[in-house]
Nanobody, 126 residues
Framework: VQLQASGGGLVQTGGSLRLSCAAS????????MGWYRQAPGKQRELVAE???????NYADSVKGRFTISRDNAKNMVYLQMNSLKPEDTAVYYC?????????????????????WGQGTQVTVSS
């Protein structure tokens, strides 16, 4: 299984970015997907998840600003980020697991998602 995240960059406060994650080596439609982020000196946190059935959930800090979506035909998951703030600055990772519980486990350990992308840097300048 491979997850390839892309789309990060430098943006001003209030700007937008769209992250993409290309998945291969798995039956994508069966997998639950998540976007995590990790800021310097902080733990990795779940930003948004989308189930294999298309249901979504978001961290309170991004509700109303971020939208997660998936395209099963293309094996892709996206994170549209609007109204970006300096506190959104982090490395963003996509994650995948057949178990929703593992996608939402808020851990990179053995109870967390089995598959991770390599991360893409998002920097929001004030």
């Amino acid at each position: 299984v491979q997850l390839q995240a892309s789309g990060g960059g430098l943006v001003q406060t209030g700007g937008s970015l769209r992250l993409s994650c290309a998945a291969s080596g798995l039956i994508f439609s069966s997998y639950n997907m998540g976007w995590y982020r990790q800021a310097p000196g902080k733990q990795r946190e779940l930003v948004a998840e989308i189930t294999n059935g298309g249901s979504t959930n978001y961290a309170d800090s991004v509700k109303g600003r971020f939208t997660i979506s998936r395209d099963n035909a293309k094996n892709m998951v996206y994170l549209q980020m609007n109204s970006l703030k300096p506190e959104d600055t982090a490395v963003y990772y996509c994650a995948a697991d057949p178990s929703l519980g593992r996608v939402t486990a808020q851990t990179t350990g053995v109870m967390g998602p089995r598959y991770w992308g390599q991360g893409t840097q998002v920097t929001v300048s004030s």
